[in-house]
């Protein structure tokens, strides 16, 4: 068996460019710890243990630039109820976490993508850009998702070498929220077995 870390590495460095960006934004500290790093916006939602570990599913879909990421895109048959499935855009490792560029992606699931998922009863969907959907609709979807017992999980890192060991196969996804109530996001670490 072999561990990839799919938790972004947040540097003091990253730290002070995003807090500098927050506080321009009149946004308070707590509220920037929660969602700095690999970590899934609460929505009035508590994440269940049974979720800590699950059957993972990769896609690549690092070929989609300039649309949304659709039904198309995927192998739709390959998710099973529960699951974590996550999507590999290649966006996190071509830009720096936290950077302008980086928030300012245009990657996006559609919403028949996100539905269809739903549908499936998937557990979690893990991401390699900042949001499902775009910054003006990135809370509806992510309480749609809520809604149905989905936990959005933004910011993956390393997906491009989980990629490569998988090789297209399921693996074993452990994700660990820190325990801390009244944030509206949760910083996870994020581990895959293959």
Do not use: W
């Amino acid at each position: 068996m072999m561990k990839i870390d799919l938790t972004v590495t947040v540097t003091e460095d990253i730290r002070k460019s995003l807090a500098d960006m927050t506080a321009a934004a009149q946004i308070p500290p707590y509220v920037q710890f929660g969602h700095l790093g690999t970590h899934f916006d609460v929505m009035d939602k508590k994440f269940p243990l049974e979720n800590t570990e699950r059957r993972g599913i990769l896609f690549d879909v690092s070929h989609v630039k300039e649309r949304e990421i659709d039904i198309s895109d995927i192998t739709l048959n390959k998710v099973t109820e529960h699951d974590f499935v996550m999507f590999y855009t290649g966006c996190l490792k071509e830009n720096t976490f936290g950077t302008p560029k980086y928030l300012q992606t245009p990657l996006e699931l559609s919403n028949a993508l996100i539905t269809a998922l739903l549908n499936k009863k998937v557990s979690m969907i893990g991401i390699d850009f900042p949001g499902i959907r775009k910054p003006a609709e990135h809370p509806q979807a992510d309480q749609y998702c809520a809604d149905h017992g989905v936990f959005v999980i933004e910011n993956l890192a390393n997906l491009d070498e989980l990629l490569a060991a998988a090789k297209g196969q399921p693996f074993l996804a452990h994700t660990y929220p820190v325990n801390y109530e009244g944030l509206t996001g949760l910083p996870c670490r994020v581990v895959a077995e293959v």
